[in-house]
């Protein structure tokens, strides 16, 4: 820890530490106050929020700023991801085949919407089709990283000189929106269609609590479950690094996903390994490992925020950030929900889209999870949806994003 002309900067020791403090404060909040949990919101974003709202008011104050090392949380991606992919089955895959083309269109029509909405929303301000952009796919459906990416190229080209500021801020009001929006939604159509999962399954994501304290899980089980997490992780970094020596870059986290998928359905369950287990696909240390994984991930995320740096460019954020809201929830509720099923799965699909279409994947698999923990495990929503905007969606709008910085 280092303070330094009015800069305390935290080391990746302490920012992981304060990454649980939050959790651990989000927990807290949500079991206090009932409607954060009638409405699903996920406790790293309860506990996230407030603590970044907490620490913009110690700058505004005392003009303390506070730099995180992240690299950690770059990491716990990797595992949650990961966990993901172990628990891909393929008979999951085939069943979840027509779900994920249905999404994956949906998706696509959608992205188109949100960049024209934001081009219609930025011109009656009379700001450039570029800045509409920046809030559209860009900064929504893209997030921080494509945000990183696109926004320099922007600013040179198109003479956007704050580019990078107003991306920025869009993908992080956006982040914010996504993680209170899905859980909602979701709670709305399973109450008002009195929908419950067809079948009791292990979650994808955390133990229920009524299992909670049983001791299902041994030291074994658990070192059994970081063994499989980091042999199939291995693999996904020689996959990545395969496909960028030919020029094909994607995300690490999204190979090692298709490492974990790979692993579990070649290897046969019988398998000898080492530890003496099985292969521990849905098992409840994976399952653990992967809920204890998003939720710091997404608490650093929140809390690392820099809300002092948005105040500038209240006005055109805000408005087209609630134009894409509006549009986000309706067509979550009248395209994505018919179109999927109407079915408890639809609902949970529901919940993870309001993370593809504002915030990131990772917000739409806690909007997913936060859901799934209080009214059933759904297989085939953890399969489709991180398909779709973990993988599809990058390759999308890495087409999308410059056909219409060159034509409107």
Known sequence: MEFDNGILHLD?????????????????????VSFFREFNIPEPVTGGLIFTLLIALLYFVNGIEIIFDLAARDVLLVYFFTTIGINTKLKDLLSGGKPLVVLLLITIVYMFLQNLTGITV??????????????????????HGTTIAWSPRIAEDYGITNAMEIGIACATFGLILAS???????????????????QVEPLDVG?????KGKHEINSMDFLDAIFAIHVSAIFGVLINEGLESIGFKLPLFVTCLFAGILITNLIPKSFPRLSGRTWPSRAPAIALIADVSLGTFLAMSLMSMQLWTLIDLAGPIFTILGAQFLIAVGVTLFVVFPLMGRSYDAAVVCAGFGGISLGSTPTAMANMSAVAQRYGASHLAFIVVPLVCAFFIDLVNALLIPFFL???
């Open 12 to 32: 990746v020791f302490l920012s992981v530490t304060l990454g649980i403090v939050v959790l651990f404060f989000g927990k807290r909040i949500n079991d206090a």
């Open 207 to 211: 133990i229920p609590d009524e299992k």
């Open 406 to 408: 060159a034509y409107f």
């Open 122 to 143: 930025a011109a009656l301000f009379d700001q450039p089709a570029q800045v509409g952009m920046l809030g559209g796919t860009v900064s929504l459906i893209g997030g």
């Open 180 to 198: 209170l929006m899905g859980g909602p939604i979701a709670k709305f159509l399973i109450t008002k269609h009195k929908l419950k999962p067809l």
